[in-house]
T-cell receptor
Framework: AQKVTQAQTEISVVEKEDVTLDCVYE???????LFWYKQPPSGELVFLIR??????QNEISGRYSWNFQKSTSSFNFTITASQVVDSAVYFC?????????????FGKGTKLSVKP | DTAVSQTPKYLVTQMGNDKSIKCEQN?????MYWYKQDSKKFLKIMFS???????INETVPNRFSPKSPDKAHLNLHINSLELGDSAVYFC????????????FGDGTRLSIL
């Protein structure tokens, strides 16, 4: 069975601090995909990144960076110099190749509050 | 143009009623999904559907049924609504070969009185 764990329920930081959101996944499949989505207070789900299981290179996109480590089954997300607009619930998700047409299995989310 | 659109955005109704939520995507994707987000923000797959196969999450009550008139639409019908059905329902779509790269609609907030 597949599972995604986001142990941090809520995180609160002050603007300009760096913050890391943790994600640990479980799967027996060798081919899988990992994702992060952002859900701001307005409620929509915004796609941030997709990573496949064969690509362990870290990725940076502006103030966002992702650290994928298969050895620890983790796919952590770091926001550098956080801003108030980063306040949202962040979801990590897993999809298994060929499984159920790519259904996303979500973690329970981490609510990030960035205070001015 | 909106890629995945859901209507209505808000739906308030009484217990026992039957209601539908519509979803349309203009991305040319071949697979569509419905997810439910409960009051604790937990997101869970309900259905996934392409023109070949409907996959139903076994925990979904059979009062919920997806209907797809064509590749661009996947509507959600709910019969005999119950208090526990109150949630936000998200539609999504993706293209085969782009595993999991799903585009989501803005959600429909269903409130049962």
């Amino acid at each position: 069975a597949q599972k995604v764990t986001q142990a941090q329920t809520e995180i609160s930081v002050v603007e300009k601090e760096d913050v890391t959101l943790d994600c640990v996944y479980e799967t027996r499949d060798t081919t899988y995909y990992l994702f992060w989505y952002k859900q701001p207070p307005s409620g929509e789900l915004v796609f941030l990144i997709r990573r496949n299981s064969f690509d362990e290179q870290n990725e940076i996109s502006g103030r966002y960076s992702w650290n994928f480590q298969k050895s620890t089954s983790s796919f952590n997300f770091t926001i550098t110099a956080s801003q108030v607009v980063d306040s949202a619930v962040y979801f990590c998700a897993l999809s298994v190749h060929g499984g159920s047409q790519g259904n996303l299995i979500f973690g329970k989310g981490t609510k990030l509050s960035v205070k001015p | 143009d909106t890629a995945v659109s859901q209507t209505p955005k808000y739906l308030v109704t009484q217990m026992g009623n039957d209601k539908s939520i519509k979803c349309e995507q203009n991305l040319g994707h071949d697979t569509m999904y419905w997810y439910k987000q409960d009051s604790k923000k937990f997101l869970k797959i309900m259905f996934s559907y392409n023109n070949k196969e409907l996959i139903i999450n076994e925990t979904v009550p059979n009062r919920f049924s997806p209907k797809s008139p064509d590749k661009a639409h996947l509507n959600l019908h709910i019969n005999s609504l119950e208090l526990g059905d109150s949630a936000v329902y998200f539609c999504a779509s993706s293209q085969a070969g782009e595993q999991g790269a799903q585009h989501f609609g803005d959600g429909t907030r269903l409130s049962i009185l």
